[in-house]
């Protein structure tokens, strides 16, 4: 029902460095328990889920430009979708443009936070 309604590719609006969230990423977090809630507390488990989103975004999108730029799968050991790319290529230096919605100073920096998957 919500796949219908809302959509999966169309952005909410853009951040600054172009990144952004889908209406479908966001209804999927409002629909759950405490969702408007931690959303309008800028709750840190929604920020993170949020820069999540940003970042699955802006990958993907750089994949359709370029499938090769990326690989991006399924990875059991973290439960989550993981991505792997150059640290020379489009991605890395897309990633290093971006400003991350409330992370603390020392998140942008860490290189090990990719490896656990986004």
């Known amino acids: 029902m919500m796949h219908n309604k809302y959509d999966f590719r ?12 889908t209406a479908g990423q966001m209804q999927f977090w409002l ?3 405490k969702g408007v809630e931690m959303f309008k507390a800028a709750d840190p488990a929604f920020l993170d889920y949020y820069n999540k989103c940003r970042v699955y975004n ?25 991505v792997g790319f150059p640290s020379n ?17 020392d998140y942008e920096d ?9």
Do not use: C, Q
């Not at 600054?16 to 969230?21: F, K, L, R, V």
């Open 110 to 118: 860490d290189e090990d936070s990719w490896s656990a998957g986004i």
């Open 58 to 82: 802006l990958i993907y999108d750089l994949m359709e430009e370029d499938e090769d730029s990326a690989i991006m799968y399924w990875d059991p050991k973290h439960d989550s979708v993981s």
């Open 89 to 105: 290529g489009p991605i890395a230096y897309a990633l290093s443009t971006m400003d991350f919605a409330g992370a603390p100073d």
């Open 31 to 33: 629909n759950r328990r």
């Open 10 to 21: 169309e952005p909410l609006g853009e951040e600054p460095d172009g990144t952004y969230i």
